[in-house]
């Protein structure tokens, strides 16, 4: 049976053990020593931790249907109360219309890191890039990191005061953007601009900015343009020929949304391009451009950021309910061999059905 499990410090955690029904881990990252009343091993309630450390959780994916896609999705009740959107196909393999959307089966596990407060969780954020900027320096002496636009860019700020990053050997690029001008309130450059690059020591060419004033199909091969012209030593390329960043921190959208890749676009589905156009983005602004799911798909690591009871209705659809491919683009984010991390705080957790990850569970878990 698979099995999805809790990992807590190791200073804290000196052999492994079950709390409740859950597999306890180790890891080896440090912990504060236990005070006086307190339990030396950290134990979740429903208050949660007071240390800053997160709770960890890997779920194993193992999120394909064996017996093809069942005729009926959603039309459960989510734990807000609502009915979630039916879809519907003529039964298992035969679809109403040709699903052009394809889970990819590989070895990566969501990794889900709890944390008990959003601030505690932005420290871990900071810490996770710090990690993968030092790992990523001494392999290959860069460090690529790519930014989603929306809520993230102002989870950041602790990053800016982040010691041990190089930040002359790191290039920050965005995952998406909007077709505006960087003085645009729209703009995540600008967005990323106030929150971290205008506060550290990174030099202004090393920050991947959309062209402005183009056309978006324009914008999109030139911002293409400039990430073939990355040599592969700082930039490698898988097997399939896409670049390989060395981490890419995604929000997601109340729709599933990640990047500028919307549920059942052909955008979404796209297997083939870096950098894509968007021209009627159901969110404004209407013109995006995006990198597309098979480049977010060859990351070294991905790690969501959802934070807060806004999240929580679709942190829960995402992660414990398989929608139709392409029904909710965040489940088509699986880095083969990569790492994949949902960083979470206890509101945007507040539905998920932790007490059953020890159950087997597929990941994303279906009521099916
Ligand atoms: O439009 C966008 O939305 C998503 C999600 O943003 P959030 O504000 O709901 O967190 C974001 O990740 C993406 O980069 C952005 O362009």
Not at 83 to 105: A, N, R
Not at 191 to 209: C, D, F, N, W
Not at 320 to 327: D, F
Request: hydrophobic share 45%.
């Amino acid at each position: 049976m698979l099995q999805a499990h809790m990992q807590i410090p190791q200073q804290s955690c000196p052999a492994r053990r079950s709390i409740g029904s859950r597999t306890v881990r180790c890891q080896a990252s440090p912990a504060p020593p236990p005070t006086a009343g307190k339990p030396a091993a950290r134990v979740w309630t429903q208050e949660g931790a007071d240390d800053g450390k997160p709770f960890i959780n890997s779920i194993p994916n193992n999120g394909r249907w064996p017996n093809g896609i069942p005729p009926v999705m959603g039309s459960h009740l989510m734990a807000s109360g609502v009915i979630s959107p039916v879809s519907v196909s003529k039964g298992p393999g035969i679809d109403i219309t040709e699903h052009q959307f394809q889970y990819h089966d590989t070895e990566t596990d969501a990794v889900i890191e709890l944390y008990v407060t959003p601030e505690k969780a932005q420290a871990g954020l900071a810490v996770l890039v710090q990690e993968a900027a030092q790992a990523a320096v001494k392999a290959k002496g860069a460090f690529t990191l790519v930014l989603s636009g929306g809520s993230l860019p102002s989870l950041l700020t602790p990053l800016a005061s982040a010691k041990g990053i190089d930040w002359a050997k790191t290039h920050v690029f965005f995952v998406d953007e909007r077709n505006v001008a960087h003085t645009s309130a729209d703009s995540t450059f600008k967005a990323v601009q106030e929150a971290l690059t205008s506060k550290v020591p990174i030099p202004a060419e090393q920050v991947y900015a959309i062209a402005e004033n183009l056309p978006v199909e324009q914008a999109a091969i030139q911002y293409e343009g400039r990430l073939i012209s990355i040599p592969p030593a700082a930039l490698p390329r898988n097997a399939a020929g896409f670049p390989v960043f060395d981490l890419i921190l995604l929000g997601v959208g109340p729709d599933g949304h990640v990047a500028s890749l919307f549920p059942n676009r052909a955008e979404t589905s796209a297997t083939k391009g870096w950098i894509l156009p968007v021209k009627a983005s159901p969110k404004p602004p209407a013109e995006r451009i995006t990198f597309s799911m098979p480049v977010i798909n060859a990351a070294k690591e991905v790690a969501f950021v959802a934070l807060g009871p806004s999240k929580a209705e679709i942190v829960q659809r995402v992660l414990e309910v398989q929608a139709l491919p392409g029904a909710l683009p965040a489940q088509l984010v699986r880095p083969q061999g990569g790492k994949l991390r949902w960083l979470l705080d206890i509101a945007s957790a507040e539905t998920l059905d932790v007490a059953r990850w020890n159950e087997g569970k597929r990941w994303p878990r279906s009521a099916f």
